[in-house]
């Protein structure tokens, strides 16, 4: 079988059922930009030296895809993403808790590894902004999950954040900050 099809040269693509959209429509604005940031949580995946974290990051990933399989249009099992926020908040927390209180901006930069999570909560941040902007327009078809998934990347964001943060202070490097 060939990976090409053709059936998109035109500047459409089908969604979930076989309806064709613009590939320019926020549907595929929403999807491809969450379909970005799990590809940018794998390359992360890869440099994380721990194998929990890696973990933890697999998990987001298969949430992620859950969720554009939702904003797709397929039947996708969202049932279980508040205690998925759930498990965010706690990872949150604990990392918070070896951290000293952030009363300043700081500058997007530090060790590679920390680099990386900023691209990811900016990424998550842009995710967020285009689900937001779909669900605005459209998103009729999942009404009952748009707050869970908002929720959801909101809380992922600032993750990243945290864990930015987190690697920093592991590799015991000062980052600049607005003061």
Not at 1 to 15: C, P, S
Not at 83 to 106: D, G, M, V
Not at 116 to 138: G, I, Q, S
Request: positive net charge.
């Amino acid at each position: 079988m060939k990976i090409y099809t053709k059936t998109g040269d035109r500047g459409t693509t089908a969604v979930f059922g076989g309806k064709r959209l613009l590939k320019s429509a926020l549907q595929f604005e929403a999807c491809g930009t969450l379909d970005e940031l799990t590809s940018f949580i794998g390359l992360v995946t890869n440099k994380v030296g721990n194998k929990n974290e890696a973990e933890f990051l697999g998990n987001i990933q298969l949430n992620i895809y859950k969720i554009i399989a939702s904003l797709a249009g397929a039947k996708s099992d969202l049932q279980k993403i508040n205690q998925e926020i759930e498990k965010i908040e706690q990872y949150i927390n604990k990392i918070q808790s070896r951290l000293t209180k952030l009363n300043c901006f700081i500058l997007p930069q530090g060790d590679e590894l920390s680099s990386w999570f900023h691209v990811l909560r900016t990424v998550c941040r842009r995710a967020e902004r285009t689900v937001v902007k779909y669900f605005e327009k459209n998103g009729k078809h999942i009404i009952n999950q748009k707050f869970d998934i908002i929720k959801y990347l909101n809380r992922l964001s600032d993750l990243f954040f945290v864990l930015s943060r987190y690697n920093n202070k592991r590799a015991d490097l000062k980052v600049q900050s607005t003061q």
